[in-house]
């Protein structure tokens, strides 16, 4: 596979992690596609324990998601990414309130705007930190989706430091 390997990193409290690691030398979509599929896999398996810190990224662009889920993984947090409003909605309300230390939403996507999802988002978990990230930065955007209940705005690309001030933040919060 790429000249890679696959091992077991460690076995915790009925968890197994499988590290699959290879060198890259032409970025290609299968590698984003077997990518997406091996971070599937890693979130289920870390979804139940207690002790994980968790991110919901919801954005179209799907390098915004790896780039942001980069900097959540490195911070310790399990990813997890909707590509639109709707999905978001979707996925929040099968895992519950409490679930996700803190949700990245974009603000103009397909199907579902970040406004709406906010909004519905806000409906099932009211205390999970919601961040607006945004390519616009327009300020009436920004107050319209804080007005929807997100806790503040962000334009892209976000500054690494504010993105781990607030995933320092989120990570002190017990959710369940």
């Known amino acids: 596979m790429y000249g890679g390997s696959v091992y077991v990193e460690d076995v915790e409290q009925g968890l197994l992690s499988v590290v699959v690691a290879f060198q890259l030398v032409k970025h290609t979509s299968k590698f984003v596609a077997q990518h997406a599929r091996v971070e599937s896999v890693r979130n289920l398996t870390l979804a139940h324990d207690s002790n994980v810190s968790r991110a919901l990224i919801v954005d179209d662009n799907k390098l915004q998601v790896k780039l942001l889920g980069k900097v959540c993984t490195d911070s ?21 309130a409490g679930f996700y230390n803190i949700v990245f939403c974009d603000i103009v996507m397909p199907k ?34 804080v007005r929807a209940g997100a806790t503040a705005g962000f334009s892209k690309p976000v500054p690494r430091d504010t993105i781990y001030s607030v995933l320092t933040q989120a990570s002190k919060v017990k959710r369940r």
């Open 76 to 96: 310790g947090f399990t990813v997890e990414s909707a590509f639109d409003g709707s999905e978001a909605v979707e996925m929040m309300r099968e895992r519950g």
């Open 112 to 145: 579902m705007n970040g406004v709406e999802a906010t909004l519905r988002m806000r409906k099932i978990d009211s205390t999970v930190p919601i961040y607006a990230i945004s390519a616009n930065g327009f300020d009436s955007d920004f107050d319209e989706i």
